[in-house]
């Protein structure tokens, strides 16, 4: 068993660090202040080929695989969990979905703008009654011959204002549940009739815009389906299982990035006449954290690499999804502890790693979510696909 990263890899891993640390890191404070997103570094992302993992090279793809694209979201995330978004946004949600169930058409007309980064993506599942339920949802499509009819609306939808063009799921035949659910490509600003608005009260993730997207009879043309009708709900979890792992390599980013830091100040903060890493209750707490960080590796990047090798995966992704955003609250957590009150302050990274955390314990599948597709598949109730 080879642990060792390729050269290749370690080059890509570090251009995505290089990247953070001199693109992002120095106007971070301010960006997060104003809640800043800016659609020239995702531009910059897309030159360096960010978005181009695991596609084919007749699709804009560089060779890359999962692996890679894990690589460079952990180390983007490890100085600015916002901008781990674009990585969903862009190529592991639309990009690779519209590769595997798109239209040759559908495949030329969309992939290369995600992948350059100059189409911003999105995808739009939740709803205001229906989250984990994705099935329950109740925004409906409606054939109208020419055109499809949109009627509803859908919430916390990353990129909602900004959007060109991305994933939206709805209901095509309510009276079918789960099978009645169909995928379109929507691009929002050649829509009437649809309003979005952003919503400007969250916790954490300031950098990455999230919206509402309402539906008053907003017309789709009819080659707008992806896959045939009743496909979404097959299509929708079989992006999640691609999108998950993005979260997850965000999280183990948050992660590290809080053992880095609570390392750094316990060295540097003296109380009772040495360094608190040298009291044992605070080495407690940074074994703690070592351990959950560096086992949530072994996941997140063990499940790329299934992938990579077209495996069954989505019992090990959705482990490392678990173990990765739990590591990451945990972390997050411990290192304001150690920070005691400076951990409260915006002037350390504590409190934001904090409130950036605690949204990966619920995107792209609740912890709950998590737990109920991993006991499943090991109690022989689902296979792992």
């Not at 691609?242 to 830091?261: F, K, W």
């Not at 060295?267 to 351990?291: C, D, W, Y």
Request: net charge negative; aromatic share 8%; charged share 20%.
């Amino acid at each position: 068993m080879n642990f060792d990263l390729t050269d290749e890899q370690k080059l890509v891993q570090e251009t995505a660090r290089e990247f953070a640390l001199n693109d992002i890191a120095p106007t971070l404070v301010e960006e997060e202040r104003n809640h800043e997103f800016r659609l020239d570094r995702v531009r910059r992302m897309g030159d360096l080929g960010f978005f181009s993992c695991a596609l084919p090279e007749s699709l804009g793809g560089a060779g890359f695989g999962f692996l890679e694209s894990v690589l460079m979201a952990e180390q983007v995330a490890r100085v600015s969990a916002s901008w781990r978004l674009p990585f969903n946004m862009q190529n592991l949600g639309p990009a690779l979905t519209v590769a595997k169930f798109g239209t040759p058409e559908q495949q030329e007309r969309f992939i290369p703008g995600w992948v350059a980064g100059t189409q911003i993506g999105f995808f739009g599942m939740t709803e205001p009654e229906s989250g984990s339920d994705v099935a329950g949802m109740t925004t409906v499509a409606r054939d109208r011959g020419d055109y499809w009819e949109l009627q509803g609306s859908k919430i916390w939808v990353s990129n909602a204002t900004q959007g060109d063009a991305g994933l939206l799921y709805v209901m095509t035949d309510p009276e079918r549940k789960h099978r009645g659910m169909s995928a379109f490509i929507l691009e929002p600003k050649k829509v009437d009739d649809l309003v979005a608005t952003d919503i400007e009260t969250k916790l954490g993730l300031h950098c990455a815009p999230t919206g509402e997207m309402a539906f008053h009879g907003a017309k789709l043309p009819k080659d707008a389906l992806l896959g045939e009708p009743g496909d979404g709900f097959r299509i929708c979890m079989w992006q999640l299982n691609n999108t998950r792992l993005g979260c997850a390599a965000g999280a183990l980013g948050v992660a590290g990035a809080a053992l880095d830091a609570a390392v750094g100040y316990a060295n540097e903060r003296t109380q009772f006449g040495k360094p608190i890493s040298q009291h044992q209750m605070v080495q407690a707490q940074i074994a703690e954290m070592a351990l959950e960080h560096e086992s949530a590796r072994m996941l997140v990047y063990r499940a790329a690499w299934l992938k990579d090798n077209g495996r069954p995966n989505q019992y090990e992704t959705s482990l490392a999804k678990l173990q990765a955003s739990e590591a990451a609250v945990h972390a997050a957590n411990e290192c304001m502890k150690i920070h005691g009150s400076y951990g409260y302050s915006t002037e350390y990274p504590a409190e934001r790693l904090y409130r950036d955390a605690k949204s990966l314990q619920v995107v792209e599948g609740t912890s709950n979510i998590q737990k109920l597709i991993i006991s499943g598949i090991a109690c022989g109730h689902a296979p792992n696909r």
